[in-house]
């Protein structure tokens, strides 16, 4: 197993989305899980964060899996799902960027002889990244960044008239992109205890009949670039959990001097020995 570092777990989908990110970090060393599954891990450039990339291929079951794999394996302090999404909304545009507040499961509900009866499933973004990433925003000139609930379902869309576009639409409303991954992922981090978790996503068409022009006309490779873009000056504001002032200016780690260890700005869990010191 890899030695252990601040390390946040980036994943993508697709090669394009990979690319993206890999272009931030230019030193990596490929490590590889008894399984199989395949990890870059770089330092990030002006950051204490250790990135871990990993291409876990396309719909959320598989990324569920293997992001448990992953997060058994590298012990992140953070999750994140990385790539492009298909706009739900007029005004989010094709290379806009939208940092998902939540995250839902589209597909879940119950078929009764009266209609389907949904059963909404989502799964919050993480508040402590969500925030990092608003901070990082205001930083971005020519990037329009969006915080919407983002919508997960096993279905390529490229019909606004379908059904389940209508669907989304009914039951969804507020949903501001739609991608394959981002509930599989979340999902996998919300079972393996306290990791933060979000989705963040380039817009690279519009879910409508025009998608396929779109990609040809280069639109996935600028909606993963400013979605990586978005990822990496997060991850400059948000720092790990053990960094300490000299690093960071948040929290403090134990500091160690002479006969004692200095907790100050920090939290020690665990027994106390002292000694009793008479007044001079």
């Keep these: ?37 395949r990890a870059e891990i770089g330092r990030l450039p002006d950051s204490p964060w250790y990135v871990a990339m990993s291409e876990l291929g396309v719909g959320a079951e598989r990324a569920a899996a293997l992001t448990t794999q992953l997060i058994d394996w590298l012990h992140p302090e953070a999750v994140l799902f990385v790539g492009v999404a298909g706009s739900l909304k ?20 119950k078929q009764a002889h009266d209609g389907f009866k949904v059963r909404p499933r989502a799964l919050p973004g993480s508040h402590a990244l ?6 990082a925003a205001r930083d ?47 999902h996998a981090a919300h079972l393996s205890g306290r990791l933060d978790a979000l989705v963040v996503r380039g817009v690279s068409d519009r879910a409508d009949r025009h998608k396929r022009r779109a990609d040809a006309g280069g639109s996935q490779e600028r909606a993963a670039a400013r979605a990586a873009a978005v990822t990496v000056a997060m991850l400059r504001k948000h720092q790990p959990r053990h960094t300490g002032p000299a690093d960071s200016g948040e929290g403090s780690p ?27």
């Excluded at 030695?3 to 990979?18: G, M, Q, R």
């Excluded at 096993?154 to 989304?168: E, F, K, N, Y």
């Design 130 to 135: 969500e925030q990092a990433a608003r901070s």
């Design 254 to 280: 134990a500091r160690y001097g002479g006969d004692h260890i200095d907790f100050r700005g920090g939290t020690y869990y665990g027994p106390v020995i002292g000694k009793q010191v008479r007044d001079r």
């Design 1 to 37: 197993m890899p030695e252990t570092k601040p390390t946040v777990l980036v994943l993508t989908a697709l090669p394009v989305e990979y690319t993206a990110v890999r272009a931030h970090v230019p030193e990596r060393e490929e490590h590889v899980h008894p399984k199989g599954t």
């Design 90 to 109: 007029d005004d989010i545009a094709i290379g806009d960027v939208v940092v998902g507040t939540q995250v839902y499961e589209i597909h879940g509900g």
């Design 140 to 186: 971005l000139p020519g990037v329009r960044v969006h915080f919407a609930p983002i919508a997960t379902g096993d279905v390529v869309l490229a019909d606004a008239g379908s059904d389940i576009a209508r669907h989304i639409e009914e039951h969804y409303n507020d949903a501001g992109a739609i991608e394959m991954e981002g509930s599989g992922a979340a």
